[in-house]
Nanobody, 127 residues
Framework: QVQLVESGGGLVQAGGSLRLSCAFS????????MGWFRQVPGKEREFVAA?????????YYADSVKGRFTISRDNAQNTVYLQMNSLKPEDTAVYYC???????????????????WGQGTQVTVSS
């Protein structure tokens, strides 16, 4: 069974940076696409970024974070990262790491693509 553990959240001022990490265990990391989502109270979980590598490395970003956030992965460390720069107060949310096995279909933007989720890490951006 896949286990995902996020870390790196915290409080930062607007314009600052944070780097989230997600440690993957339990299955073969390379068999999974990985995504980051975020959620604020009262709203649906929102796609942030995803990375796949079965047919070369592909990255996907929400328009709201494009140019500011970068997703990457380290296959040797079974870890996926989300580098967040130029943070804005509207980036405040709980950020979740998610794993999508190769056998599931659909878009990596959709939560339905993912079968396993981390516990989340809080990111708070003050103005």
């Amino acid at each position: 069974q896949v286990q995902l553990v996020e870390s790196g959240g915290g409080l930062v001022q607007a314009g600052g940076s944070l780097r989230l990490s997600c440690a993957f265990s339990g299955r073969t990391f390379r068999d999974y696409g990985m995504g980051w989502f975020r959620q604020v109270p009262g709203k649906e979980r929102e796609f942030v970024a995803a990375i796949t590598w079965r047919s070369g490395t592909n990255e996907y970003y929400a328009d709201s974070v494009k140019g500011r956030f970068t997703i990457s992965r380290d296959n040797a460390q079974n870890t996926v990262y989300l580098q967040m720069n130029s943070l804005k107060p509207e980036d405040t949310a709980v950020y979740y790491c998610a794993a999508a096995p190769s056998y599931t279909g659909g878009s990596y933007v959709s939560t339905y693509r993912y079968t396993d989720w981390g516990q989340g890490t809080q990111v708070t951006v003050s103005s």
